[in-house]
């Protein structure tokens, strides 16, 4: 069962106790709390209201301090219910549009966004680029390497690039893997990679693979280069340093599986992406998190389309105590402007 509604008053305590403690850092005690509501409740009655909302579970009593802070679920109460929504400052939305326009390449405009995230958040910035799967496919490249390997070059419509090795038991020369590359190129550009697997199985069915040369070699090499990526992405970071400037995360054990969680980027993406669901913004606060190593964080992201069915996301990770309302208006105004100019750079 859930808990019963707060009331007016209970709802107002809370949202200044959870104001207060953003800004200092520090348990909050009755006196600081009258302060703020302009004396309208006695210290005395404060403090009968904290025991309570402690009782609910939204406050926490540390060590033996007179103060209270916010849990994990005093934050969701604040962020669903009682946060009121803020507009992007002024000077920060003209340094996101001008540092975005300085960058044409795809790669360089998503590393461009975590660093602008981590800066003007104070916390950790990071770009889930696209995963190709459901990306459109442009181009394709094939570089011969000592057999019997390849490098694959693709570029998907908004330009983004990846790249892999792949290994054919034929021996291929450099007109050959042209000739392949020109064939998938010609056949397979304006689909998706899904869509292409489909298109090369329905290619493997036909009696004409069988007896022509090219068809072969196009199957060989692109059973493999279009086939499926093990994580669901890229992940790009900016300011990942940020976290050292964060008293809560002075314990150096703490620390060191905080920094080591945030450089496995594999497991990274797949908690990244277990977080983004549907479109706009969505906040991850404390246990919510789907790792145990980062239940002590926050996260505020955006997963917007890009090209297609591709889809990628970008956001804040920071502690729970943090400026929510700055940070959600910052995550969907940077998620709204690396969209859009990712879509003028596939016209």
Known sequence: MGQPPLDQRRRDVLKALIQLHIASGEPIGS???SRLLERRLSSATLRHIMADLEGMGYLDHPHTSAGRVPTDDGYRVYVDSLLEPETLRRRDAEAI????????????????????LSRLSGNVGFVLAPHLDGATFRHIDLVRLPHPR???????RTGLVTSKVIEVEEELGPDELLACANYLNHHFAGLTLAGIRAQL??????????????????????????????????????G????????????????????????????????????????????VIGHEMPDPDLSELALVAARYPVDGDSVWGLGVVGCPRMAYGRVIALVDHMARAVSRTLRSLEA
């Open 150 to 156: 390849v490098l694959v070059v693709m570029v998907a």
């Open 31 to 33: 006196e600081s709390l």
């Open 201 to 238: 199985l329905e290619l493997m069915r036909r009696e004409q693979a069988l007896y022509d040369a090219l068809l072969k070699r196009v199957l060989a090499v692109g059973r493999q280069a279009f086939a499926p990526a093990e994580e669901g992405g890229d992940v790009i970071l900016g």
């Open 97 to 116: 549009e001008s540092e975005l326009a300085r960058d044409a390449a795809p790669r360089a405009l998503l590393d461009a966004a975590s660093r602008l």
């Open 240 to 283: 990942a340093s940020n976290v050292l400037r964060i008293p809560e995360f002075g314990d150096l054990q703490r620390m060191r599986t905080l920094l080591s969680t945030l450089e496995e980027k594999g497991r990274l993406v797949r908690i990244l992406n277990a977080c983004l669901s549907g479109n706009g913004v969505r906040i």
